[in-house]
């Protein structure tokens, strides 16, 4: 026997060596991630994922369950470069290792969209995309302000495509839009057209590009620059399918650059057709309304009656009123004279030469008790009067003075001082006398005794 052979007991089957490296690779490694490139990916009828993960040296399979792949939010599609994390096993069956994915992201981009996705989720918290803070955008702009860059097929479209629908004024603030420093540059360009008073309206924006190329309106300090602004900002970032935090943040997003003129200014052309229908309506409006207003004064002026049978009826009323007027005046002084007749009569009968002598005498007598009346009321008036102001006159303040009394004010207020509570040693008080006024100041005081 030569030197390679062995006995029964040192061979081992297919199987035994498969397991041992299976152990030797399971306990050697630890849930790892590993980054490639997806190819080979097949999605059989059992949910489950079968791929191969490959960089320029080396690939690795790889296989995610249906459970994981239910969980994964992550559209895994052939030349996707991801990051997956798992477990290296060995798939007995085969005799090759492979990679048991449990989770999956996209990489590069992955970790600036899971940093996107939880700023998005903290600005929204805060309210900065509620609608309640977005500004409706002005139908006629005076100035249309721009924070772009200065060159390049954005700003040219922008300008173009104002200018083509509406012979508006624009402001440029040209800054870079990618790069470092390009999220600070965009936003003193918003704060500048901002403090412009005659801008009234401002778009934000560049053309398309990768997810890095348009990162800079996806920061935190340019979402709060747009939040801050009084003027009402158009967010025009890339294409339709890129839809960044600016987008949330601004008034109004447009789908593109170029498309941002059509939200910003009216049509010319348009604007002048609607003007003129405008006018059409108005016109046929108001002949419609003098139609309708003639045909009413038409009707109402057939209901009106002839204004010279109203004026004859009149004179016919006025003419028997005044015949009524003449019969009843007749009547009345025909009735008067019977009346006189009868009481003359009676005045007659009754001697009336007596009857004024006696209402003489009364009368008389009535007007000497009245007199006396009036003489002693008057008396009596006058009495009171004269007691009364004597009465005022002993009460009066010269009357007190005459007295011997004084009048005691202070000097700043003219109040008068009647305690001694109401003045303090050192002020300046005014003594009014019978002949006159003193300037004195307390010196001391004391108590009345």
């Not at 005046?329 to 006189?340: E, F, L, P, V, Y």
């Not at 002693?376 to 009066?396: F, N, P, V």
């Not at 100041?441 to 004391?446: C, I």
């Amino acid at each position: 026997m030569n030197g390679t052979s062995r006995g029964k007991d040192d061979i081992q089957s297919v199987t035994q060596v498969t397991r041992k490296v299976k152990a030797t690779l399971e306990g050697s490694f630890s849930r790892i991630w590993v980054e490639g490139e997806i190819f080979t990916l097949k999605r059989p009828a059992s949910g489950h994922l079968y791929f191969q993960l490959k960089d320029p040296n080396a690939q690795l399979a790889a296989v995610m369950f249906r459970s994981a792949a239910h969980r994964s939010r992550v559209n895994m599609r052939d030349g996707m470069r991801v990051q997956c994390y798992g477990r290296i096993t060995v798939y007995e069956p085969q005799g090759r290792y492979q990679l048991v994915v449990d989770d999956v992201r996209e990489a590069g981009n992955g970790a600036l969209l899971a940093a996107l996705e939880q700023l998005k989720k903290r600005l929204s918290r805060e309210g900065l995309f509620d609608g309640e803070h977005k500004q409706p955008l002005p139908f006629l702009p005076r100035t249309v302000g721009l924070v772009t860059s200065g060159t390049g097929a954005a700003v040219r479209d922008m300008v173009r495509g104002l200018h083509d629908r509406y012979p508006t004024s624009i402001l440029l603030y040209p800054c870079r839009v990618q790069g470092q420093g390009s999220a600070q540059e965009i936003c003193q360009g918003i704060r500048a057209l901002d403090a412009q008073p005659d801008v009234q309206v401002i778009i934000v924006g560049r053309g398309g590009g990768s997810l890095e190329d348009l990162w800079a309106f996806n920061e935190e300090e340019v979402a709060r620059t747009i939040y801050e602004a009084k003027t009402p900002i158009v967010s025009a970032v890339g294409h339709e399918i890129d839809v960044l935090i600016s987008d949330f943040v601004a008034d109004v997003r447009a789908p593109t650059p170029t498309g941002s003129a059509a939200l910003v200014v009216p049509r010319e052309v348009e604007l002048r057709e609607q003007i003129a229908r405008g006018k059409r309506r108005l016109k046929l409006a108001l002949e419609q309304q003098l139609r309708l207003k003639k045909n009413r004064l038409k009707i109402a002026m057939s209901r009106l009656p002839n204004p010279q049978h109203s004026l004859e009826t009149s004179l016919a009323r006025l003419d028997e009123m005044e015949l009524r007027l003449q019969h009843s005046i007749r009547s009345t002084i025909s009735d008067k004279k019977g009346r006189h007749g009868v009481l003359a009569g009676r005045l007659r009968n009754l001697h009336p030469a007596e009857r004024i002598r006696s209402t003489r005498q009364r009368v008389s007598h009535a007007r000497m008790r009245l007199i006396r009346s009036w003489q002693g009321s008057r008396a009596s008036d006058r009495d009171k009067l004269d007691h009364i102001r004597g009465s005022l006159m002993a009460l009066g303040p010269q009357q007190v003075l005459d007295r011997g009394y004084a009048i005691v004010q202070d000097e700043i207020s003219g109040g008068l001082i009647s305690q001694k509570k109401d003045v303090k040693v050192g002020h300046f008080v005014r003594v009014r006398l019978r002949d006159g006024g003193i300037r004195a100041q307390v010196v001391a005081g004391k108590p009345e005794k």
